[in-house]
């Protein structure tokens, strides 16, 4: 476990497991979402193939996202092992919900200085829509990335609750 990706649906808890896992193993973890959001209103990095590029031919790194379609085929032809939190929306709606509306109560500085507000609520970029919305594709298509040919063998690691999640990095 050296090229490490943690995906699943949004809310699903890939950063915080990214987050514990990265000074356990002593791998740099590199968070997708501050790659890519880089200034205010959600400004996108310009250069985000180029910095995911760096960032991905260093021998060891985790990185928080099935990735953006940009570096999606460059993040999963490097990485050597996946770990799939593939939990159903009775998991990641609570959990993205409690999180969103923290992020907006406290005002939360996020990626590029950015925050959640009450209007962002209503659209569908919101991570509640978009977590509710995108989780039958976002499934799918990891599910067909995990099967597909690879640069590097794969080990994938698939969890279909966040006890077995938990169970697993605390046998690490």
């Not at 260093?58 to 996202?65: A, E, F, M, V």
């Not at 976002?138 to 597909?148: D, F, K, T, W």
Request: proline letters at 6%; charged letters at 25%; glycine letters at 6%.
């Amino acid at each position: 476990m050296d090229r490490i990706l943690v995906v699943g649906s949004t809310g699903a808890g890939k950063s915080t497991l990214a987050r514990t896992l990265s000074p356990r193993l002593g791998v740099p973890y590199h968070e997708m979402d501050a790659l890519y959001f880089t200034g205010p209103d959600w400004q996108v990095n310009d250069r985000l193939t180029e910095d995911v590029t760096r960032v991905t031919e260093q021998p060891r790194w985790i990185i928080d996202s099935l990735g953006y379609p940009d570096v999606r085929d460059l993040l999963w032809d490097r990485a050597d092992t996946v770990l799939w939190l593939d939990y159903g929306r009775a998991v990641i709606m609570p959990r993205v919900l409690r999180r969103s509306v923290r992020r907006t109560i406290t005002r939360e500085s996020l990626f590029g200085g950015n925050r959640e507000t009450w209007a962002d609520w209503l659209t569908r970029g919101h991570p509640a829509w978009w977590a509710w919305s995108h989780h039958p594709t976002r499934r799918l298509e990891i599910a067909h990335r995990v099967a597909g040919p690879h640069d590097t063998p794969l080990t994938v690691h698939r969890f279909s609750h966040p006890a077995a999640t938990a169970a697993w990095a605390a046998s690490l």
